[in-house]
């Protein structure tokens, strides 16, 4: 869709008032042909504009996630070490610690317990052995359509279909 800011007049030539592309007319030489090239060129532009003012935005907000979460972790950090610390914070039956705060929330922290991160999965597999690996299968599409166009043999879940390709060089 054409922003109307942007509605020059080489696009308002080739679109008509429903915005879809007109049939280029055939005869017309080509000039005819270079209103839509221009077109194209000045959309693919436009797109790659935006798909880059996307990024930034993404970016920026991914930054702003990293930041607050990074917060969070460092006040979750704090508040767990201050209650490990603090005798008069009620320790539960089972070994751990608990803090009821009435008007915001109950914290919980479990008791000592023993925990596995796994650092080398490649060497863990190597001294446990195959009993304790995952395979994974999955299709290798490059290999099966080479199969499929030379066999001529269409297997269910693939589709079969014609298609040219145009390539468009823009000048600088």
């Known amino acids: 869709m054409i922003d109307n800011n942007e509605d020059f007049e080489f696009l308002a030539e080739i679109l008509n ?48 996630i ?8 460092h006040l979750k950090g704090e508040i767990k070490r201050a209650m490990l610390a603090d005798a008069a914070v009620d320790k539960t039956p089972s070994g751990g610690k608990t803090l009821q705060l009435p008007d915001i929330a109950t914290i919980s922290i479990s008791k000592l317990q023993k925990k596995i991160d796994i650092t080398d999965s490649q060497a863990v597999l190597d001294e446990l ?26 297997p269910k879940g693939a589709e079969e279909r014609e298609d040219r390709t145009m390539t468009v060089r823009f000048k600088k």
């Open 66 to 73: 990293q930041g607050k979460r990074s917060t969070i972790d």
């Open 17 to 64: 008032d429903q915005e879809e592309v007109k049939p280029i007319s055939l005869g017309g030489g080509l000039i005819e042909y270079r209103k839509y090239v221009w077109a194209l060129k000045f959309l693919e532009e436009k797109v790659n504009k935006l798909e880059e003012y996307r990024q930034q935005i993404v970016s920026d907000v991914d930054k702003a």
């Open 129 to 154: 052995g195959e009993e304790y690996s995952k395979v994974t299968v999955s299709l290798n599409t490059t290999k099966a359509k080479q199969y499929i166009l030379e066999s001529g043999n269409l």
